[in-house]
């Protein structure tokens, strides 16, 4: 299965889901982008790192980089393999006296130890074709989205004709509310799975 290398594109506060934020991967160099619901310590965690704040105290995330680098084990990279139902599966790739090793992780903790770990961040092309939304360059909003497997559920959607959605789907990307872009990608997915 083909890896696709992934960066921090941002992060923003979520407006339907108390204390949850929007994390946005994007494929280097390239237009689409993969949103992630995740909660808010996990978002403080990756936030921390990513300003390069210094606690007084290390947090958990850097307490498992501590515990990992006293032991000899290093985290190679992060693997993104797995959306069902709406929610994202990762890997932890580690190496220790030169044995490789898979951890299964939330994606949320696997990106703020890969950001410790400085360490890439991939998910495979299956997975960005059913959950990733295409930017485009010049207008900077969402084109296309690729026909989905098992996207969650939104009633709120279902009034709306199919025309609708995808201008729905252009003005949230375009204002940056990858939240609801999430949402709005999962019922045009959902209908294109139910008419295919």
């Known amino acids: 299965m083909k890896k696709i ?5 941002g992060m923003s506060y ?3 889901q108390s204390g949850a934020y929007a994390l946005i991967l994007g494929v280097v160099g390239g237009k689409r982008r993969l949103p992630i619901i995740i909660g808010g310590f996990e978002a403080q965690a990756i936030a921390i790192e990513l300003e390069k704040m210094k606690p007084t105290r290390p947090l958990t995330h850097d307490l498992f980089k501590n515990f990992a680098l006293h032991f000899g084990i290093n985290l190679k990279e992060v693997v993104i393999n797995k959306f069902e139902e709406g929610i994202f599966y990762s890997e ?3 190496e220790h006296d030169g044995i490789e090793s898979a951890i299964d992780s939330r994606t949320s903790d696997a990106v703020a130890l890969a950001i410790r770990f ?3 961040i991939y998910a495979y092309e299956s997975i960005l074709e059913e959950a990733g939304i295409v930017m485009d360059e010049e207008t900077g909003e969402a084109g ?3 026909e989905g497997k098992k996207p969650m ?3 709120s959607y279902e009034d709306y004709l199919m025309e609708e959605l995808e201008e729905m789907l ?3 990307v375009g204002e940056e509310n990858y939240e609801e872009a999430s949402r709005i990608r999962d019922e045009i997915n959902r209908r294109k799975k139910e008419s295919g």
């Open 170 to 172: 252009k003005k949230a």
């Open 92 to 94: 932890l790739i580690c």
């Open 153 to 155: 559920r939104h009633t």
């Open 144 to 146: 296309e989205v690729a």
């Open 14 to 16: 979520s407006q339907s």
């Open 5 to 9: 290398r992934l960066e921090i594109v």
């Open 118 to 120: 400085n360490c890439p």
